[in-house]
């Protein structure tokens, strides 16, 4: 041990102010993995939400098709949330996002049917009195 000049003991090295930096380091990580965590889940949940609200907007003839598929690649999932698996979290996040992106093009695809139909309706329409269509 070296003695300071005012009489305090300090350690060769001064290891304990880096030690103190790195347990004050090590806290604020695991405060930042806490908001990470909870900011993922938060964020997933919303997308679960809207994943649920788009459902009622999906032909029902199209969901009748969809959903065994759907609820296959739920049923699919090997977690073990008692472990905590990152391995578990990325598989969640894929079932998830991909899911909303297949809801989503089946409500698309139900919009793109009714803008056909309207610009079909549209051009079949009577012109008005000297009016000339546009093509």
Known sequence: M???????????????????????ALKLLRTQAH????????????????IISCLATVPRKKLREMLPEWL?????LKL????????????????IAGLQEKVMDTQEKKGQKTRKRSKHVAEKAPAPDGAQLIK
Do not use: A, M, Y
């Not at 908001?35 to 809207?50: A, H, K, M, P, S």
């Not at 949330?81 to 996040?93: C, F, T, V």
């Open 72 to 76: 296959r690649e739920i049923r699919s």
């Open 80 to 95: 073990k949330p008692q472990k905590g698996r990152l391995k578990d979290l990325k598989e969640i996040d894929r079932i």
């Open 35 to 50: 908001e990470v965590c909870d900011n993922f889940t938060l964020r997933r949940e919303g997308n679960i939400e809207t």
């Open 2 to 24: 070296v003695k300071k000049s005012d009489g305090q003991k300090k350690s060769r090295g001064g290891g304990e102010g880096l030690q103190d930096d790195f347990v004050r």
